[in-house]
Each structure stands twice: as structure tokens, then as C-alpha cells.
């Protein structure tokens, strides 16, 4: 399996742009995990989807951040209008059924606003 | 809520020798995971080892080993006979059982001298 896969690798927009990072989960895992990682607030969890359905969304920062997962292979996290405090490293990570099962990330997409 | 201090920004050692990164965590919960990831500079998160809180054994993955005090709510980790190629930011976190969030310290900088 090739893993996580996120694409892009990096992503520079200028402030106000429209952004969409894209993530396909591992094949057969049923749970998906957009994390953002920041100097200052390190780790943190936007938002996860079950089975597609969108479980928890506390973490997403504002109105301007959204996340779709049309089916069990992708996922979207748009960001509408980007600003500058919204420059991270955004990961996706996906995790198969199961209480003992554990979450495999991708490589992550650098965003940087200018 | 759960909360994951890793008290040592940056470690350093020398290559083959042996350094113990710190962690400790704040739950009231009494069955939960703990990991240590591994974060190399090309930014993909790894899981290095994990432990079950309800085990009494400490988890041992090859060189890498930790010392789980549940009593204390201590986790560090151990790399005997450090490689070069472990170099990396290590992040400890904190899953609770049956819940899909995982809550990740600040990370600590290891930097391995040949």
C-alpha cells in the first residue's frame, strides 16, 4: 500500500485565495484525520470523519475552513479566503476499524500565505 | 481534558550512545494509549512504539524501548545505540480508549553528533 497520500507537497497562495488539500486515505481504513501543525500551537486535530461522516469538527478554526469527504477515498480541506495566520503544515491521517488499530499519517502539505 | 508535556525542546547525543526522551501526560482517565512519533525532516509522522496503559510490560520496538510509570503518568522513551538516521523531532501522545483524537506534545529535537 502507498500509504497516506496528500497532495501538494507545498502550496504558496496569495492572502484572500481560495485553498483545497487533498488527501486519499489508505485503502480499507474507515476513519480519516486532518491535523494542523503550527510553531506555536504544535499538533492539533481540525476535524475526523467515520465512515465519510463528519464526527467531529471542534477543531476546524473558523467558518473559513471546510472539509468534505465525498467517499472512502478522499477527502478535501478547503480553506476560503486564505490569510496569512493560516500558513501550517496540514496533515491527513487515516485508521482502520478496530479498538487496537492506529492512525498512519501522510507527509503533509506546507501552506504558506502570503 | 488530556494534556501532554514533553519538558525538552532539544536533546542531543552521540552517535551509539543511548538518550531518554522525557513525557509525561494529565488524564483521569484509566485506560488509554500512549505513542511516541517520529518526525524526520521530510516531515512524515512515523509511529515509533506504542503502549497500552492496561499492560504492566514496557513496549520494546528494536532499539527503542520506554519506561511507562502509569502511576506518575510518565512515558520517555529510549534510543540505545543512536543512528544517525534517528535524528528527528520525537512527539508523545495521548489516545484515550474508544476515542479517535489523538493529543500530541510540543515535540523534542533530537540531533544525533557523529
Known amino acids: 500500500d502507498a500509504g497516506v497520500i496528500q497532495s501538494p507537497r507545498h502550496e504558496v497562495t496569495e492572502m484572500g485565495q481560495e485553498v483545497t488539500l487533498r488527501c486519499k486515505p489508505i485503502?480499507?481504513?474507515?476513519?480519516l484525520f486532518w491535523y494542523r501543525q503550527t510553531m506555536m500551537r504544535g499538533l492539533e486535530l481540525l476535524i475526523y470523519?467515520?465512515?465519510?461522516?463528519?464526527?467531529?469538527d471542534s477543531g476546524m478554526p473558523e467558518d473559513r475552513f471546510s472539509a468534505k469527504m465525498p467517499n472512502a477515498s478522499f477527502s478535501t480541506l478547503k480553506i476560503q479566503p486564505s490569510e496569512p495566520r493560516d500558513s501550517a503544515v496540514y496533515f491527513c491521517?487515516?485508521?482502520?476499524?478496530?479498538?487496537?488499530?492506529?492512525?498512519?499519517f501522510g507527509q503533509g502539505t506546507r501552506l504558506t500565505v502570503v | 481534558a488530556q494534556t501532554v508535556t514533553q519538558s525538552q525542546p532539544e536533546m542531543s547525543v552521540q552517535e551509539a550512545e543511548t538518550v531518554t526522551l522525557s513525557c509525561t501526560y494529565d488524564?483521569?482517565?484509566?485506560?488509554?494509549?500512549l505513542f511516541w512519533y517520529k518526525q524526520p525532516p521530510s516531515r512524515q509522522m512515523i509511529l515509533v512504539i506504542r503502549?497500552?496503559?492496561?499492560?504492566?510490560q514496557n513496549a520494546t520496538e528494536n532499539r527503542f524501548s520506554v519506561n511507562f510509570q502509569k502511576a506518575a503518568k510518565s512515558f520517555s522513551l529510549k534510543i540505545s545505540d543512536s543512528q544517525l538516521g534517528d535524528a528527528a523531532m520525537y512527539f508523545c501522545?495521548?489516545?484515550?480508549?474508544?476515542?479517535?483524537?489523538?493529543?500530541f506534545g510540543q515535540g523534542t529535537r533530537l540531533t544525533i553528533n557523529p
Open positions: 491521517a487515516s485508521r482502520a476499524t478496530g479498538w487496537n488499530t492506529e492512525a498512519f
Open positions: 485503502s480499507g481504513h474507515n476513519s
Open positions: 470523519f467515520n465512515n465519510n461522516v463528519p464526527i467531529d
Open positions: 488524564t483521569s482517565e484509566s485506560d488509554y494509549y
Open positions: 503502549q497500552e496503559a492496561y499492560k504492566q
Open positions: 501522545a495521548y489516545r484515550r480508549q474508544g476515542a479517535q483524537k489523538l493529543v
